[in-house]
């Protein structure tokens, strides 16, 4: 079964810091994955993917991400934190095939920029 | 386009009851996928459908149900309802089984 685990429920950073917000999977063949964003009382907003190809990806505000099969992790990161930047973020994995539209979140971590 | 419209934003409802939520996905969308966000669960899946039919269901009780129609919009429904079911519920939409979701903003339900 696919799992995802989330390193940190809360992380918090200066304004112009990096961001690094870890996420591991467990699959028995690679996945695909995702990074979403949450702003209070609003839904999921798709920041990347990465489904074949290129393992560095980038996404949407200045955010990538690498997928290293060799440590199952798809970690998020993004050089200089913008005030924006607060919100809950959400590492998410799917199958490949059949099982495609079941996406598996992971618990999300927290983000707070401190100005 | 426009995005993943859900409706009502809002409800509240008392246990025992039952209640139908609304979906319309992004158009030329033809997956509709669900899920339930709790604080203490988290994000969990509830159901796909594609094409007028459920492809994948989640780990949740039989109360829970859904359709999808022939344009798309989707329905889900829960009966006779708990105190435990007060949740956000998300709807999802993407071209195709597999492929990027995008969600809308989720309706909230409360159940006294």
């Known amino acids: 079964a696919q799992s995802v685990t989330q390193l940190g429920s809360h992380v918090s950073v200066s304004e112009g810091a990096l961001v690094l917000l870890r996420c591991n999977y467990s699959s028995s063949v690679p996945p695909y994955l995702f990074w979403y964003v949450q702003y209070p009382n609003q839904g999921l907003q798709l920041l990347l993917k990465y489904t074949t190809g290129a393992t560095l990806v980038k996404g949407i505000n200045g955010f990538e991400a690498e997928f290293k099969k060799s440590e199952t992790s798809f970690h998020l990161t993004k050089p200089s934190a913008h005030m924006s930047d607060a919100a809950e973020y959400f590492c998410?994995?799917?199958?490949?095939?059949?099982?495609?539209?079941?996406?598996?979140f992971g618990q999300g971590t927290e983000l707070s920029v401190k100005p | 386009k426009a995005g993943v419209t859900q409706t009502p934003r809002y409800l509240i409802k008392t246990r025992g009851q039952q209640v139908t939520l609304s979906c319309s996905p992004i158009?030329?969308?033809?997956?509709v996928s669900w899920y339930q966000q709790t604080p203490g669960q988290g994000l969990q899946f509830l159901f796909e459908?594609?094409?007028?039919?459920?492809?994948n269901k989640g780990n949740f009780p039989g109360r829970f149900s859904g359709r999808q129609f022939s344009n798309s919009r989707s329905e889900m429904n829960v009966s006779t309802l708990e105190l435990g079911d007060s949740a956000l519920y998300l709807c999802a939409s993407s071209p195709g089984p597999g492929q990027e979701q995008y969600f809308g903003p989720g309706t909230r339900l409360t159940v006294t």
């Open positions: 998410a994995v799917s199958a490949r095939g059949n099982q495609g539209g079941k996406l598996i």
């Open positions: 459908y594609f094409s007028e039919t459920q492809r």
């Open positions: 158009s030329g969308h033809r997956s």
